[in-house]
């Protein structure tokens, strides 16, 4: 089956700055890659996903990248907020949203 | 309405007890998931169904029994759980193989 990695763990930044968070994958028929935000004691929001025929794509200061060749992609935000702090979960699935393989989460803190 | 809904928020129960998590959504979404997540660990499915049909099943434990009695309804039965059992449970839904919609969850703790 699918095995997701994430990337670091917890990740604090100043306000302003970027943040960046990285997932690999083992199964190259993945073609599917959503990433999740979870604010404390909230659920999970999908905030961006890309299919393999992409290599990247952005939704205002977030961003996605995709290496299909090297089995991984990235998060990217940029000009960080505070309320952009949550855990943020990548996620990789050969059918969609019918079964995703999810990473272990990255704690995001924003520092004001 | 574009919210998937689950009640109740919070559910205590003992390990003799039987109690149903419910979930709903109005989205005209086909396929609805159980989601189980402890504590700082990203969500594990248990349950996805198709067209109301089950079709993945996580080999979970039989104490934990899924219906969904139609397209927008989604139930998830619960007997004699264990206390390591207790987590948040998430229903989601999506159209068929897009984006998952997670509700709010159920708080369970198993005592």
């Known amino acids: 089956g699918e095995n997701v990695e994430q990337h670091p763990s917890t990740l604090s930044v100043q306000e302003g700055d970027s943040a960046v968070i990285k997932c690999t994958y083992s199964?190259?028929?993945?073609?599917?890659f959503p990433w999740y935000k979870q604010e404390l004691g909230k659920r999970p929001q999908l905030i961006i996903d890309?299919?393999?025929?992409?290599g990247e794509k952005k939704d205002q200061r977030i961003a996605v990248t995709l290496n299909k060749t090297a089995k991984h992609f990235s998060l990217h935000i940029t000009e960080t907020q505070p309320e952009d702090s949550a855990v943020y979960f990548c996620?990789?699935?050969?059918?969609?949203?019918?079964?995703?393989?999810f990473g272990t989460g990255t704690r995001l803190t924003v520092i004001p | 309405d574009t919210e998937v809904t689950q009640t109740p928020k919070h559910l205590v129960m003992g390990m003799t007890n039987k109690k149903s998590l419910k979930c709903e959504q109005h989205m005209g979404h086909r396929a609805m998931y159980w989601y189980k997540q402890k504590a700082k660990k990203p969500p594990e499915l248990m349950f996805v169904?198709?067209?109301?049909?089950?079709?993945i099943n996580e080999s979970v434990p039989s104490r934990f029994s899924p219906e969904c009695p139609n397209s927008s309804l989604l139930n998830l039965h619960l007997h004699a759980l264990q206390p390591e059992d207790s987590a948040l449970y998430l229903c989601?839904?999506?159209?068929?193989?897009?984006?998952?919609?997670f509700g709010s969850g159920t708080q369970l703790s198993v005592l």
């Open positions: 199964d190259s028929a993945s073609n599917y």
């Open positions: 890309i299919r393999s025929n992409v």
């Open positions: 169904y198709s067209y109301e049909k089950l079709s």
């Open positions: 989601a839904s999506s159209p068929l193989n897009e984006k998952l919609f």
């Open positions: 996620a990789a699935s050969q059918t969609g949203a019918n079964n995703l393989f």
